[in-house]
């Protein structure tokens, strides 16, 4: 079964969130989205897939949406990409640049 992975070059950070469920991969989006402001990255990609679930369930993809919809998520960005696989959101640099990559399980 896949798990979340994620991928920090320094200057922006890939989360992607297969294997999550629901409620873990929003927890996994903002302790990321967090560390990722909080580190001066500039970019913040959330890979959620297509999102297709048996029995109408929610679905990460739905989730992640509907936050960026509700505006509980576009706050943190001067600019948001939407794709049919993944969101990019583009962050505000107001931190200085720690290089301290961030890890999985600082997020996890």
Same mark, same amino acid.
């Given at each position: 079964? #896949?798990? #979340?992975?994620? $991928?920090?070059?320094?200057? *922006?950070?890939?989360? $992607? ?7 873990? &991969? ?9 560390? &990722? ?11 959620? %897939? *297509?999102? =297709? *679930?048996? %029995?109408? %369930?929610? =679905? !990460? ?12 998520? %576009?706050?943190?960005?001067? +600019?948001?990409?939407? *794709?049919? +696989?993944? !969101?990019?959101?583009?962050? $505000?640099?107001?931190?200085? =640049?720690? #290089?301290?990559?961030?890890?999985? $399980?600082?997020?996890?």
């Amino acid at each position: 079964m #896949p798990q #979340p992975q994620l $991928d920090d070059d320094g200057t *922006s950070v890939t989360l $992607d969130l297969h294997g999550a469920t629901v409620d873990e &991969a929003v927890a996994l989006t903002y302790r990321t989205l967090r560390l &990722a402001e909080d580190r001066g990255r500039t970019q913040l990609k959330l890979i959620h %897939g *297509s999102s =297709t *679930s048996q %029995g109408g %369930g929610r =679905t !990460i993809k739905h989730e992640l949406h509907k936050l960026l919809d509700d505006g509980d998520l %576009g706050t943190h960005a001067t +600019n948001v990409m939407r *794709s049919r +696989n993944h !969101i990019v959101l583009s962050l $505000d640099l107001t931190a200085a =640049t720690d #290089p301290t990559p961030i890890r999985l $399980d600082e997020v996890w």
